[in-house]
């Protein structure tokens, strides 16, 4: 394909942990903020790796976590294997110090196995980082009776996570190394080729597409989506607002890089996910005959996506049941109708 260049992601600076604006935030758009975090001690030991490293091992807790690791022929890419039957790396559960010593050994490699610990909550595992790394979400960027923003922690050497999609909400923080995103807007999925959805690296599907080397014989249609892709690159200190549902690819350039993310629902915590959602239509709906197919379309588009109170003014208040605003009882009541139809 023709090189192209990527559109950049709006930028802004001079913010800090505790004074992010809500109205960047709800416009949902990609967003750098330059600078944000490089207050935290761990950004400011990001210059002497050993220090770092053991700023990490003094506040983890020595819980056991997942530990992703690939053999060097894959050049740091978690992905499926080559048949699309399962994916190209391991899974171990394993102590975080000791992967940290044996990155540590391989520093200098031209091409060491790749090794990462993805999305640990700190909460968790890391408990001694929690204080001094944190970030004040704005009360009006989230929904009062959502789960509370959850801190994460990713660090290995060089990988790359593949474009997919996450439900929520989410700023990434470079901590140590630099980081690669490049961003699709949801609409663009399908230019993406997405892979199976019962075979994933972290619950949802990714694209089969190396997106800086596409095959554009196999993946005629990614052309398209590489002309809405954005990217950018991260230093340390610095972080980006991935709005829920962007596709985002995430590549640590460095030997060892640590990034840290703050995750929140804009969204009520007793609703459903929309991936449960996804694989009960594919059961109900998807292979039904296609003059059904169209007649579901219709109603799900009225009582879903186009949903509206003029909908269903024509129903006493206290008849319409899930069809008014859902509250934790009702869907409650609704989990409880669901689990007895797929039993039946």
Known sequence: MNERQWLPVEETAHLTPTSIPSDLILRHKPLVMRGLVQSWPAVKDSGNVPRL?????????????????????????????????????????????????????????ANPPSRYVASNQLQTHFPGL??????????????????????????????????????????????????????????????????????????????????????????PEFARAREHGYEVTLKPGDAIYIPSMWWHQVEGLHAFNIMINYWWSVAPDYLAGGMGALLHSILAIRDKPVHEKKAWKAIFDYYIFSASESNTDHIPEEAKGPLATLDENTARQLRAILIRQLNQ
């Not at 091992?57 to 699309?84: C, E, H, T, W």
């Not at 509370?148 to 996450?166: Q, V, Y």
Request: hydrophobic residues 35%.
């Open 130 to 219: 929690l204080c001094e790394h944190s970030l004040r979400l704005p009360p009006a960027i989230t929904h009062p009776e959502a789960a509370p923003p959850l801190a994460s922690i990713w660090m290995g050497n060089h990988s790359i996570a593949c474009a997919h999609f996450d439900a929520l909400e989410n700023i990434a923080c470079c901590v140590a190394g630099e980081r690669r995103f490049n961003l699709f807007p949801p609409e663009q999925i399908k230019h993406l080729y997405p892979g199976p959805l019962h075979i994933t690296p972290g619950g949802q599907p990714v694209t089969l597409v190396d997106i800086h080397n596409p095959d554009l014989q196999k993946f």
């Open 53 to 109: 490293i053991n700023r990490i091992k003094q506040a983890y807790n020595g819980r056991p976590a997942m530990i992703y690791q690939a053999p060097p022929g894959v050049s740091g890419r978690f992905a499926y294997g080559p048949d699309l039957t399962h994916l190209n790396y391991e899974s171990v559960y394993g102590s975080v110090s000791t992967m940290l010593d044996e990155i540590t050994e391989t520093l200098n490699e």
